[in-house]
């Protein structure tokens, strides 16, 4: 039978699946009207999975968000849950999450009960886990391919297609280490916003349901914030991975392009690759960063992936730093010249810079930017050379309209459509920048940069319009990890800037998103970006190890540890 009309067609097409994935939920696990009710914009909904009574007294000990993967790992190895029971109380907690935030684009609880089944039946029968990920569930970004899902670029067309017959590379090697796949998460309408908002819906902030939980990774934020999941996997162009734990108090590292395999999955721009994405994890911890890099990359997937170079996941205990006496020398960069960082955001960031100087094993120095507003605008004409032209055509395959972000990026002052030649003279252009970049970087004699994540906190729905904070280290390729500070705003402590003279327009349009309204984002986390050297992802999980000695969480870490 031929499709009709409303089978290809806005908005009868994006209805359909937005349709089939709620029945996906099973209605034992569906909030009524009037519980969402009770959950207005504006609201903290962290709690609602208690107040909803939907988890037993043990799913919600297996869900609690203090734990992160390794302690829950830990508890499968030790008998004390089973792969099973892990899987159906993440299972419940996402269904919830899903009903209060839009973060999901799949939901299959059925099989990650089954996956879950297996994977019980072998530690029982054999007494040897399947490996290092055992049970673990972990979420996968809509965009990833993961068998018997389909894969998007944010645009509906992209769901007439059928599901994936079999694993992307990455998802593959997470699956032979033992983990279990349960939803798949939501995106921005072309992946290209520091926001999630598509056709599934607006993924909200738990914290704060007027917030975004960041993008273009939001809706892996939102569900780990949330409680849904322990382990996310995202993807990074321009802030991807940094912007959602930034918006949503979580940690992430993005690693230098190659460091991780990124093929068999959907392509926005096929061969576009001026600026290169990379995948990274969302997740609870450092150790957890570590634990997913050493999964990974312990399995050799150069081998499987060209693009990947065979760069071993090695740790050092005593690497031999850049300061004074051998010391961790980490520059601080105050903000970009472009754009000052809201109150709260510089209050984090001066807090954790003194706290750091009081380590004696730290040498804390200034760092200045260095042609930032220059790389950001070069980043954001190379990720466009067309002028946007393909993804206007993957919206007016269905008449999808196109969305006021989607809009906004792609109508840049830098974006328009290249020839061929002006094209290579970008290329150019972009590698004379580097090479100075580089010479610079290094001048500075800094082991890592410490600078913020984002240009405030995370931002009020439909307002995200600022990039530099992540992307120019996309455009340097440097590898960044954004972590929690313990900090919370408060307006009472972050007060608005009086009358002062702007660095540029964007500037003061990121002034006014704070000083209009700073009691919205009362109790939004605070965090932070640590910026290492190429292909030196394990030093800069050094230093943030030592660094990390001075955050408020060091309670929470040693808390895990002793799980």
Known sequence: MSPTNSDIEWPQVALRFVDELYAKIPPELRLSQDFLDQYPPGSDVRAAVAACGLLSKDEMEITNPEYDSVSLLRRIKDKEVTAVQVARAFCKRAAVAQQLLHCLTDFFMEVALRRAQELDDH?????????????????????????????????????LHPPASYHGITAQILYDAGAVFFVKTNQPQSIMHLETYSFFGQTLNPYNTALTSGGSSGGCSALVAFGGSTLGIGSDIGGSLRSPSNACGLWTLKPTCSRLPTGHGYIPMP??????????????????????????????????????????????????WSGTNGRLRVGVMWHDEVVLPQPPVRRALKTFADALKGIDDIEVVDYKPFKHHKASALAHELYFTDGGA??????????EPILPLTEWVITYPSVKDHTMHEHWELAVEREVLRAEYLEYF????????????????????????????????NFVDYPAAVFPTGLLCDPALDKTDGPREYMSEADEYNAKCYSDRPETFKGAPLCLQLVGKRYKEELLMRALEEISEALPLQNLASHQASC
């Open 442 to 473: 290094n001048a500075q004699n800094v082991d890592v940069v410490l600078c913020p994540a984002g240009a405030g906190p995370a931002p009020e729905l439909g307002t995200c319009k600022y990039w530099a904070y992540t992307n120019v280290w």
């Open 271 to 320: 061969g576009a690759d001026s600026i290169s994405g990379t995948f990274g994890p969302i997740c609870r911890s450092l150790r957890d960063i570590n634990l997913f890099f050493s999964v990974v990359l312990d399995t050799k997937p150069w081998l499987k992936a060209p693009e990947v170079v065979p760069i071993p996941w090695e740790i050092p205990a005593s690497p031999s």
């Open 123 to 159: 530690y029982n029968t054999t007494g040897e886990l399947v490996g290092p990920l055992h049970g673990l569930p972990i979420d996968m970004k809509d965009h990833m391919m993961v068998k018997g899902t389909k894969s998007s670029g944010g645009f509906v067309c992209d769901y």
């Open 390 to 399: 393909r993804i206007r055509s993957k919206a007016a395959e269905t008449g």
